[in-house]
Each structure stands twice: as C-alpha cells, then as structure tokens.
C-alpha cells in the first residue's frame, strides 16, 4: 500500500498493492487511521487499480475509515475497481458513503 | 459421483486465508472453471476461513478442516471448526449482522458465500463448532 499526501490540495492519495483480506486489512487499517490522523486531508482518494483479490474485509476497512473521515468532514473516493471489486462493493452499497469513479488511466 | 477428494488442516492463523483459498482454486481448476467462477470460489473460501479465525475461535489457536470434493460438474466445500458455534444461525446470515462492529467486519461475509455459492448450508451447535457446507455447479448440464 502506497500513501501520498498532497499539501497544497490537502488530498491524500492510497493506492492498494495485492490481495486485501483480513489478514492483510490489519496491517493496513493502522497505517491507514495513522496517515488519516496526520494529514487531515479534505478528500481520500482509493486506488485499486493493482488489487487483484477483496473480500468482505475489504469492506469492513472502507466503511471503518470513511467513519472518521466524516468525522474531520473529508470525502472518500474510489478508482479503477475490477469488475470482481466492484461486485463486492455495489454489494455492501459503498455508492451510497464514497464516489465510485470508472476507469482512470 | 465424486471423482476427486481433498482434506486439509490448518491452524486458525490469518496468513492461512490466503492459503486456503488458492488451495481450493488449484483444485477446482480440474473442472476447468471460468476465471469469475474461481473468483466468486476464493472470495467465499475466504470469507469461511476468515470466519473460524476471528468469530469461533476469537483470534486464538484452534484447527481448521477444510475438504474438497469434486463432481463431474461441481465443487462440494466443507469448512469445519472446533470453536465457540453460532447460537443464532439465521440472525448470523443476515446481510450486515456482525457479532464485531468496532473490528471493521461489514457483515457481508454470509450474504457473498450465499451469493458466489449455488448452496449454502450452516451447521452449528454452540461450544462445539461450525460446519458450512458450500456448492458450486462449474459446468452447466449439456
Ligand atoms: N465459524 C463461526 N463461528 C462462530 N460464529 C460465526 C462463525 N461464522 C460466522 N459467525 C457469526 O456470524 C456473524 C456474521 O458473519 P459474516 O456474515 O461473515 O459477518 P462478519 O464476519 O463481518 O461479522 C459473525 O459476526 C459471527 O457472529
Ligand atoms: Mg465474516
């Protein structure tokens, strides 16, 4: 998982790297909640363009996160889901909480 | 008729969901199964091994059997443990219940082994484990 924090945008950019699972999401939920809490950004973009697997855990993360972006009032946005992603996530409802952007080069 | 069987045992580590799950791909990739059908196979593999880690034996040390037969059409998954059960079954499978909320679980773990799957079907007595049974039908009837 890449972090990168714009500072003059105040966005932050996380791209996924992998497989995201349980295993994996614990690892990555306290670098996550570590690099929300130090930049306070206004907007959190999710790459998963380079995800080749997610299951519910996956969820679980998102919706975990987008609890306390909304507490700093940050939006949440996601890009470049596979078909198998993006059926897990239409599934759980994410559309409703975070922009789901089609393909982006 | 069965035409192949496999049985394995873990331990309820969470680096063994990765591992449970491309094992039981490898052999389902016999029927030669599309790559959605083994997608939609791994996820809810997944989502049962993740399921004996974190709800039955609560993080701690237990095993897992996971077994495996094929048909001349289809996958037969069972995933056993020898944990805490599930007092409510039909509660459990509700779409967004968790007995977990504060550890990011989404309660979607039943709704896409229910959906991915042909069949689900849930064993459970509470102190002694769970059974979930799982089907999946690869090659459609000619
Ligand atoms: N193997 C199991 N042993 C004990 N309880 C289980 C087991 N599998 C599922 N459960 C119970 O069923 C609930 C729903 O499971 P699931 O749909 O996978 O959602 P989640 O894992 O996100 O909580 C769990 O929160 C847990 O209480
Ligand atoms: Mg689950």
New binding site residues.
């Given amino acids: 998982m890449i972090c990168e924090f714009q500072k003059d945008t105040k966005e932050m950019y996380v791209k996924f790297e992998g497989e995201i699972d349980h295993h994996t999401c614990q690892i990555m939920k306290n670098e996550l909640d570590y690099e929300i809490h130090r930049n306070t950004p206004n907007k959190l973009v999710f790459d998963f363009k380079n995800v080749k697997f997610m299951d519910?855990s996956g969820i679980?993360l998102l919706i975990g996160r987008y609890k306390s972006l909304l507490r700093i009032g940050a939006d949440a946005e996601i890009i470049n889901a596979n078909k198998e992603v993006k059926r897990i996530l239409d599934m759980a409802g994410i559309f409703k909480i975070m922009l789901i952007k089609e393909e982006i080069a | 008729m069965i035409i192949n069987e496999m049985k394995l045992e873990i331990k309820s580590k969470s680096n063994n969901e990765a591992f449970a799950r491309v094992v039981v791909a490898a052999f389902a990739s016999q029927l030669d199964p599309t790559i959605e059908q083994i997608a939609d196979i791994k996820t809810a593999v997944s989502?049962a091994i993740?399921?004996?880690i974190?709800?039955?034996y609560d993080m701690k040390e237990g095993n897992i059997e996971l077994k495996c037969q094929l048909t001349e059409d289809s996958i037969y998954i069972d995933i056993i443990?020898y944990?805490?059960?599930?007092e409510n079954i039909e509660m459990?499978?509700q779409t967004l219940?968790?007995?977990?909320p504060d550890a990011d679980?989404?309660?979607?773990?039943?709704?896409i082994m229910e959906s991915f799957m042909d069949k689900l079907t849930v064993e459970?007595i509470v102190g002694m484990g769970?059974k979930?049974h799982m089907e999946k039908v690869i090659k459609e009837a000619k």
């Fill in positions: 519910s679980g | 989502e993740t399921n004996c974190i709800h039955a443990d944990g805490k059960g599930i459990a499978k219940y968790t007995s977990k679980r989404s309660g979607m773990g039943f709704t459970s769970t979930i």
